[in-house]
């Protein structure tokens, strides 16, 4: 069997499966939607995987989700042919199918219904779980709009009737949104993430996760990234939260996750399991216009920075830029880098920012920076000449020209001799350390493998 199984989706080779989505099932204190995924595998063991599970991360801007607004599907069936692993659950190898045929929606549905309502966390207020089981998928539209809007439950319901989906809804039902929509996804980029599962005696305890390890295998792994961040030493293959999951290493290349999970030094995992995932894509990045912002989407926008940089407190930046209309890009201080690009940039320099829109007041929280052109830099060196008089003329003000003491003569600003001054930023891209980046966020080491959906 060759790689390409994870590197498939069954839905490009017209394979078919049931696809069962499910969202909304972990609180603050615990539970993660990833690992009710291997407990819903270790129930229906009389189902294959046919292809990998998904891992999908929707809008990182709606405002209830409770950590990184994660949902999952597994394509399920009848696998044919040798398989591949694709994982552990409680030691149990598993494995996930390039062929299959689809299975009984309904019958997948009670049975995984009943292992959600075990373990999800009712009890949370914000946690309002959703299931769906189809073999047939609802538009990509969906995924989209749910990558990128806030998608009303009504509109998913509607949706699912159309495909003959069955779906389960808890409490007030909203976890049918991010259920439907990681169903509906069809990966087009697209990259893995390999999670590993703690025993059940040590959630909610320290991560025993060796740092060393995590360096090592940060340094002889190339297409791993999101493991450590050099600048302050923090691990970010842990999560911080109570949560089952011991570590998650991201990758654009499954078979390199499979030998990197095998790196790590710390605590044995109970179980472990290969996702196939929109992270690191920046689907949720819309190309916009200045005057098109609205509050709670993720945008790019081609700007001319309109006026010097100003700081405010807590080392923050603000930068207005301006494509005909103008609004204020938010720099914050823990984003590194980018922070410290922002403070170089000056009027007239040409940029593209990646950023969520704020609304009160309204302004865009950089993501990420392009930095396309520098305008140049001047310094004033000497106050204009007065022609009639052969003497150098002064100034009556920040930006309100010369005029000679002698004759009275006037000249505007501009007619000062300036000298070029060097810039202390370059154009090309500035991103914010590991730990500041959302789970969508493309980092600039994806960006050049497909430079045609980044070129202006
Ligand atoms: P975790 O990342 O730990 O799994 P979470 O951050 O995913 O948690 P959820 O508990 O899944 O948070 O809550 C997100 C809720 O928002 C779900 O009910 C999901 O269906 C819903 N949702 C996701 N995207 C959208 C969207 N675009 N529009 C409307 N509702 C959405």
């Avoid at 049931?18 to 009710?36: A, I, R």
């Avoid at 410290?340 to 309204?362: E, F, H, N, Q, T």
């Avoid at 959302?438 to 045609?452: A, F, G, K, Q, V």
């Amino acid at each position: 069997m060759t790689a390409t199984i994870f590197c498939r989706a069954p839905v490009a080779l017209g394979v078919p499966a049931t696809y069962l989505g499910f969202d909304d099932t972990d609180s603050p204190q615990g539970m993660c939607t990833t690992f009710l995924a291997t407990l819903i595998l270790d129930e229906l063991r009389r189902f294959d995987l046919v292809g990998l599970p998904r891992l999908v991360r929707l809008n990182p801007n709606v405002p209830w989700k409770t950590r990184g607004n994660a949902a999952v599907c597994l394509p399920l069936g009848r696998g044919v042919g040798g398989g591949r692993i694709c994982g552990a659950i409680n030691g149990r190898p598993l494995k996930c199918y390039e062929r299959g045929s689809s299975v009984d929606q309904e019958e997948l549905l009670s049975v995984a219904a009943k292992v959600l309502e075990r373990v999800a966390e009712f009890d949370c207020d914000k946690t309002n779980p959703g299931m769906v089981a189809t073999n047939k998928k609802p538009s990509q539209r969906f995924y989209w709009r749910a990558v990128r809007e806030v998608v009303p439950l009504s509109d998913v319901e509607r949706e699912l009737r159309a495909v003959g989906a069955s779906w389960r809804r808890y409490k007030n039902g909203r976890g049918v949104i991010g259920a439907a929509s990681a169903a509906s996804w069809r990966p087009h980029d697209r990259t893995w993430e390999v999670i590993s599962y703690r025993t059940p005696d040590r959630i909610g305890t320290k991560r025993e996760v060796d740092r060393g390890s995590v360096i090592r295998m940060d340094h002889k792994t190339k297409s791993t990234f999101h493991n450590y961040d050099p600048g302050s030493g923090h691990v970010a293959i842990t999560p911080a939260s109570p949560c089952p999951v011991l570590f998650g290493i991201r990758g654009d290349s499954a078979d390199e996750l499979l030998r990197a999970r095998k790196m790590i030094r710390g605590e044995p995992p109970l179980s472990w399991l290969l996702f196939l995932t929109n992270q690191g894509t920046d689907d949720h990045i819309v190309r916009c216009r200045i005057r098109d912002l609205e509050p709670g989407m993720s945008v790019r926008v081609q700007a001319t920075v309109a006026a010097s940089p100003r700081s405010i407190e807590g080392g923050h930046v603000i930068v207005r830029v301006s494509d005909g209309d103008e609004v204020d890009v938010a720099f914050y201080e823990p984003s590194g880098d980018l922070n410290r690009a922002a403070r170089r940039l000056i009027p007239g320099d040409l940029v593209v920012v990646y950023g969520s829109v704020r609304d009160s007041p309204r302004s865009l929280n950089a993501e990420k920076l392009r930095v396309l052109h520098l305008a140049v830099a001047r310094r004033k060196e000497t106050n204009p000449l007065c022609v009639m008089c052969d003497k150098r003329m002064g100034s009556l003000g920040v930006g309100q020209g010369y005029r000679c003491k002698r004759c009275g003569a006037r000249a505007p600003a501009s007619a000062a001799g300036f000298a070029e001054t060097s810039r202390e930023i370059r154009t090309g891209w500035y991103e914010p350390p590991v730990a500041s980046r959302r789970h969508l966020y493309r980092p600039i080491r994806r960006m050049s493998r497909d430079n045609n959906s980044n070129l202006l």
